[in-house]
């Protein structure tokens, strides 16, 4: 191995001295941990610029502060400047007014070109991540959004790296090894069929103009339905995923593969693209446990904490494919530094930052942890009064669970909505709360149904070899810093000791 090709802490850290860096995405998840992780270890970054929807200057400013720096993530770096925090983020981090679905992101032609002349680094972590969700939002989001950050960096005459967030389900859910490759345009994952992505544009764009007329409930309607068919119809399982296949073609094909012979991108850039599995709390630093948003295997742990979930779909032997977000902003600062002004390359270089070839951990480790935690620490009603924690039944089968669905809840729906009928909504109320049980169920299954017997394992070959080119620091502690080898992670102790108690502080609360 080449000195040069050696990655180490002190090689990151100094990496970002200087730079200027563009991030969507980061009022999400794991954008506030990726701007937190670039100010508390590299204070004399440039400048980190940070696109957030708002109607003006100072909306802008006011998310920035309120949804991101004022946050509990950034006590490290609060603590570390003290007084002087709020001039510090003052000098570092600039809020843009604008939104990635429109053309120049919102941005003025003056503000523009002064990104184009002073960026060295785009990190894309916008996104939006309904599975069901509208197509024509996703799309909007999901591909154009990508469009348009790629025709940014085009201009950028100094641009370093361009680095893409994914997701590893967007290669598909077929069981066995799936590769970290680049998606090629018009490729899909049910054999024979052709995406085009324009094709997909212009349908969207034609629904849209078919049903304008209609309320906006119907308009929902058919834009979820129409995203999930053309999910289905191409292979995929959900919207969300299949939009961000699409938004990596548009990334490969704008960046990567350029008609003239001009570089793709005029800084001669490197590209790349992270695809994290199912992203769980901190597990190290700056806060462990912290997290936002409920995670895919969070309405397990909430349903159990509430007890209002006595059944769930699933393989407890199954392996869930989780990874600590700041292990996934470690791999990412790791690569976009690996790829900086790198030249050459048709494809982008693919990283699938997971656990379950390395480190696999099943559903039922999750579950020991969390009946293990709640009968230690039992939860307390309203009342005081202490809430007994109850076994859970998983069903295998999407049958067996279909057929205790419809004699558990539907078929004491039918008959209470009769008896109702015939003696004047006497038991509405046990009605609408078996009614609300129901939906409750019905709704975490929607949500966690794709990942509930899934049988793919992610390869990260790419990310193991990045892992292999990082090096002992001079300052052993400094090791630890960029650490992304799912390995070293204890699974049972980290669900236990940090992510369901960091579910109960931040989610539940």
Request: aromatic letters at 10%; hydrophobic letters at 40%.
């Amino acid at each position: 191995m080449m000195a040069s090709d050696r990655l180490d802490a002190e090689r990151i850290i100094e990496y970002f001295k200087g730079k200027s860096i563009l991030i969507t995405g980061a009022t999400g998840f794991l954008g506030k941990i990726l701007v937190e992780k670039i100010l508390r270890v590299q204070p004399d970054v440039k400048k980190i610029y940070l696109l957030v929807r708002a109607i003006d200057q100072a909306s802008a400013n006011q998310r920035v502060q309120s949804e991101v720096t004022e946050t509990e993530l950034f006590s490290v770096v609060k603590e570390k400047h003290g007084k002087g925090f709020s001039r510090f983020i003052e000098e570092k981090v600039v809020a843009l007014a604008g939104d990635i679905i429109y053309d120049d992101l919102g941005l003025d032609p003056p503000l523009l070109q002064h990104l184009a002349d002073n960026l060295d680094v785009i990190v894309n972590g916008a996104a939006t991540t309904n599975f069901y969700g509208r197509y024509d939002v996703s799309l909007d989001v999901n591909v154009l959004g990508v469009k348009h950050l790629c025709q940014l960096a085009k201009k950028c005459r100094g641009l370093k790296v361009f680095l893409h967030v994914s997701t590893a389900y967007a290669g598909g859910e077929q069981e066995g090894l799936i590769q970290e490759r680049a998606f090629e345009e018009g490729w899909a994952l049910r054999e024979g069929m052709h995406l085009d992505v324009d094709a997909e544009l212009r349908l969207v764009a034609d629904v849209r103009r078919e049903v304008e007329d209609d309320d906006d409930k119907a308009r929902r309607k058919a834009m979820k339905e129409l995203g999930l068919a053309r999910a289905r119809h191409f292979g995929w399982s959900n919207t969300y995923v299949f939009t961000k296949a699409m938004g990596e073609m548009v990334l490969s094909r704008m960046l990567l593969q350029s008609s003239s012979p001009a570089p793709a991108i005029t800084g001669a850039g490197g590209v790349v693209v992270v695809r994290p599995s199912i992203i769980t709390s901190i597990q190290r630093d700056p806060v462990p446990g912290w997290m936002q948003g409920t995670r895919t295997i969070d309405t397990l742990i909430i349903g159990y904490a509430k007890q209002n979930l006595s059944c769930f779909l699933g393989d407890l032997d199954l392996v869930m494919d989780v990874i600590p977000g700041d292990m996934v902003v470690n791999a990412m600062m790791a690569a976009a530094v690996a790829h900086s002004g790198e030249v050459g390359r048709e494809k982008p270089a693919v990283y699938h930052v997971s656990s379950s070839l390395r480190n696999p951990a099943a559903y039922s480790v999750l579950y020991e942890a969390g009946r293990r935690h709640f009968t230690e620490k039992p939860r307390v009603g309203k009342r005081g009064e202490v809430i007994p924690t109850k076994e859970m039944h998983f069903f295998k089968t999407i049958a067996s669970f279909q057929v205790y669905m419809l004699v558990k809840y539907r078929l004491p729906l039918e008959i209470l909505h009769l008896v109702n009928l015939l003696l004047c909504g006497l038991f509405s109320r046990l009605h609408s709360n078996l009614a609300r049980q129901y939906r409750y169920v019905m709704h975490l299954v929607d949500v966690y149904g794709p990942f509930a017997f899934f049988k793919g394992c992610f390869d990260d070959i790419n990310l193991e070899r990045l892992r292999q080119r990082m090096g002992k620091s001079r300052n052993p502690q400094d090791d630890e810093m960029f650490n992304f080898d799912p390995k070293t992670i204890d699974w049972e102790d980290y669900f236990y000791r940090i992510h369901i108690p960091g579910v109960l502080k931040y989610i539940l609360k």
